[in-house]
């Protein structure tokens, strides 16, 4: 007997890989470049004020100005968002296990989530620095608030999500509990658990810098607060770009680590 | 091997009770092959579910190996439908996941899963993902799995039933040469036919609703048997043609 051919999924021909890389890199990027030369294009134009609508280059001026500065403030986000995202991993991984475990906790702790949830977080942001002052604590909070929802509901989505011949499988060996945890329900549910991963990491930059808008003495968040203050409107803007840099690469960087961990999920999904 | 005592099983559904299955009474001797025929409903995957243990009878009793069955015994094996793979372990782990569930050792049952992929042919394949094999291949891994801890039975329901003709019947052929290499009791359901004849010592013919056990059919043909040219045509058909009238309804009387 001999082995069948591969299906058709695996692409070896070197000019579909071209197309794909071109797909996947220019597209985006060609998107990027022809905002800003619109953007750029509509600030010569109609002449618009610098401290209203400043153009590319005099963000690119603005940051070229204060670089370490703003470097130095990027680090000081970066750290809180990821300290806070890491944390609502920490917490929010286990809590979904409970929750799929169990209808009786699924019903008791779900309408105090859904609750928490429901509180606008700029509203707490204000009380947090009450209780903790102006360090990085509120801060990481406030990501970890934001972020441990969504990571929370995915998990414990992936974890019901076992297909039923799997579930048949691991019975019909006997399996207990924890094995059937670790080495079917768990891993099966690694995909939806990188799609929690993937909003909150979203929601987790913005977290940071509302905490930083309330009060705070370092971050981007903080700078682009003195800097609406002084109406230095292009240091804003380059604080903004740099916010966006940070979620994107953080977001591309998760994407890149569930690819790598979970080469089967694509196909699969 | 497997003994079935009035057996019976009612399912509470929607629509009230149901009986899937009504005073079954069977034996399956020690290294003997049955297949469970039967047309979709009348109940042959409830009945190798119970003997898993997967399920337990409203009524009567099953027994393996001399002893009553409460839960999935680790000398029997079960294959499904459907390859269940885990998406994420390659051919090799695949395999090996029994081993580790059961808690085997791990050296020798290494050797064994390589010996088991060989046989199926499926060496140089052994880093790969499900996802990357064929239905057909991905078969050959869950049949490899089923084999890895030895069991003293197999029950497959449908095994090959999802995969194409040919493939099909590449793979009854492979599963009657292992078999005559290393004796095992199987309890295979299907509602082809042809590879009930192909594979069984006994047919076991099962009615519809309630399932009732209709009539056992001994097929006495030698092995190894094929679906192509076959010495034994006359026998085949003879038995084919029985079971296709136990499977059919009667044909109306006067159609004219």
Not at chain 1, 205 to 224: Q, R, S
Not at chain 2, 9 to 23: I, P, S, T
Not at chain 2, 27 to 47: A, D, H, P
Not at chain 2, 236 to 244: D, F, I, K, P, R
């Given at each position: 007997?001999?082995a069948?051919?591969?299906?058709?999924?695996?692409?070896?021909?070197a000019?579909?890989r071209?197309?794909?890389?071109?797909?996947n890199?220019?597209?985006?990027?060609?998107?990027i470049?022809?905002?800003?030369?619109?953007?750029?294009?509509?600030?010569?134009?109609?002449?618009?004020?610098?401290?209203?609508?400043p153009?590319p280059?005099?963000?690119?001026?603005?940051?070229?100005?204060?670089?370490?500065?703003?470097?130095?403030?990027s680090?000081?986000?970066?750290?809180?968002?990821?300290?806070?995202?890491?944390?609502?991993?920490?917490?929010?991984?286990?809590?979904?296990?409970l929750?799929?475990?169990?209808?009786?906790?699924?019903?008791?702790?779900?309408?105090?989530?859904?609750?928490?949830?429901?509180?606008?977080k700029?509203a707490?942001?204000?009380?947090?620095?009450?209780?903790?002052?102006?360090?990085?604590?509120?801060?990481?909070?406030?990501v970890?608030?934001?972020?441990?929802?969504?990571?929370?509901?995915?998990?414990?989505?992936?974890?019901?999500?076992?297909?039923?011949?799997?579930?048949?499988?691991?019975?019909?060996?006997?399996?207990?509990?924890?094995?059937?945890?670790?080495?079917?329900?768990?891993?099966?549910?690694?995909?939806q658990?990188?799609?929690?991963?993937?909003?909150?990491?979203?929601?987790a930059?913005?977290?940071?810098?509302?905490?930083?808008?309330?009060?705070?003495?370092?971050?981007?968040?903080?700078?682009?607060?003195?800097?609406?203050a002084?109406?230095?409107?292009?240091l804003?803007?380059?604080?903004?770009?740099l916010?966006?840099?940070?979620?994107?690469v953080?977001?591309?960087?998760?994407?890149?680590?569930?690819?790598?961990?979970?080469?089967?999920a694509?196909?699969?999904? | 091997?497997?003994?079935?005592?009035?057996?019976?099983?009612?399912?509470?559904?929607?629509?009230?009770?149901?009986?899937?299955?009504?005073?079954?009474?069977?034996?399956?001797?020690?290294?003997?092959?049955?297949?469970?025929?039967?047309?979709?409903?009348?109940?042959?995957?409830?009945?190798l579910r119970?003997?898993?243990?997967l399920?337990?009878?409203?009524?009567?009793?099953?027994?393996?190996?001399?002893?009553p069955?409460?839960?999935?015994?680790r000398?029997?094996?079960f294959?499904?439908?459907?390859?269940?793979?885990?998406?994420?372990?390659?051919?090799?782990?695949?395999?090996?996941?029994?081993?580790?569930?059961?808690?085997?050792?791990?050296?020798?049952?290494?050797?064994?899963?390589?010996?088991?992929?060989?046989?199926?042919?499926?060496?140089?394949?052994?880093?790969?993902l499900?996802?990357?094999?064929?239905?057909?291949?991905?078969?050959?891994?869950?049949?490899?799995?089923?084999?890895?801890?030895?069991?003293?039975?197999?029950?497959m329901?449908?095994?090959?039933?999802?995969l194409?003709?040919?493939?099909r019947?590449?793979?009854?052929?492979?599963?009657?040469?292992?078999?005559?290499?290393?004796?095992?009791?199987?309890?295979?359901?299907t509602?082809?036919?042809?590879?009930?004849?192909?594979?069984?010592?006994?047919?076991?013919?099962?009615?519809?609703?309630?399932?009732?056990?209709r009539?056992?059919?001994?097929?006495?043909?030698?092995?190894?048997?094929?679906?192509?040219?076959?010495a034994?045509?006359?026998?085949?058909?003879?038995?084919?043609?029985?079971?296709?009238e136990?499977?059919?309804?009667?044909?109306m009387?006067?159609?004219?």
């Open positions: 007997m001999t069948e051919p591969l299906g058709q999924h695996r692409r070896t021909p000019g579909i071209l197309r794909d890389r071109i797909t890199w220019g597209l985006p990027l060609l998107g470049v022809a905002i800003i030369a619109l953007w750029w294009l509509a600030t010569v134009v109609f002449s618009i004020e610098k401290y209203l609508l153009s280059v005099d963000v690119i001026y603005a940051f070229a100005g204060q670089a370490g500065f703003l470097m130095e403030q680090w000081v986000t970066l750290v809180e968002t990821v300290q806070g995202f890491v944390l609502s991993i920490v917490v929010g991984v286990p809590i979904a296990v929750i799929a475990s169990s209808r009786l906790i699924e019903r008791t702790i779900n309408p105090l989530l859904l609750m928490v949830n429901a509180v606008p700029i707490i942001a204000p009380i947090l620095v009450v209780w903790m002052g102006f360090g990085q604590l509120p801060k990481v909070v406030m970890f608030l934001l972020c441990f929802f969504p990571i929370v509901i995915s998990t414990a989505a992936g974890l019901r999500s076992t297909p039923a011949e799997l579930v048949e499988l691991v019975h019909s060996l006997n399996a207990s509990k924890v094995q059937a945890f670790f080495k079917v329900r768990f891993p099966y549910a690694l995909a658990v990188f799609v929690g991963l993937k909003v909150a990491i979203s929601l930059v913005i977290g940071a810098v509302i905490a930083e808008f309330v009060g705070a003495d370092a971050g981007l968040g903080f700078v682009i607060v003195q800097s609406g002084s109406a230095d409107t292009p804003a803007f380059a604080a903004m770009t916010l966006g840099l940070i979620s994107i953080l977001f591309y960087g998760l994407a890149a680590l569930e690819k790598r961990l979970l080469p089967w694509e196909e699969h999904r | 091997m497997i003994q079935l005592k009035h057996v019976s099983q009612v399912f509470n559904g929607r629509q009230g009770r149901v009986h899937a299955l009504e005073n079954i009474n069977l034996e399956v001797e020690r290294n003997e092959f049955v297949t469970l025929v039967g047309r979709s409903g009348c109940g042959k995957s409830t009945m119970m003997v898993a243990g399920l337990q009878p409203t009524s009567g009793t099953i027994t393996v190996a001399g002893e069955v409460t839960k999935p015994r000398d029997v094996s294959m499904f439908q459907r390859p269940a793979l885990l998406p994420w372990r390659t051919v090799l782990e695949n395999v090996l996941l029994p081993v580790e569930i059961l808690r085997l050792e791990k050296a020798p049952h290494l050797r064994r899963a390589h010996e088991l992929l060989e046989l199926v042919g499926l060496t140089g394949f052994e880093k790969r499900p996802h990357e094999l064929s239905g057909g291949m991905q078969q050959r891994v869950s049949l490899c799995r089923s084999l890895i801890q030895n069991p003293n039975v197999l029950l329901d449908e095994p090959f039933s999802a194409d003709a040919l493939t019947e590449e793979l009854s052929v492979e599963l009657q040469r292992i078999r005559m290499e290393q004796a095992t009791t199987i309890i295979f359901v509602h082809s036919i042809e590879e009930a004849v192909l594979l069984a010592d006994r047919v076991v013919v099962l009615s519809a609703r309630p399932g009732r056990l009539k056992v059919v001994p097929v006495d043909i030698p092995r190894p048997r094929t679906l192509g040219h076959n034994h045509a006359d026998r085949v058909t003879e038995v084919s043609a029985e079971l296709h136990l499977l059919m309804p009667a044909p009387g006067d159609i004219a």
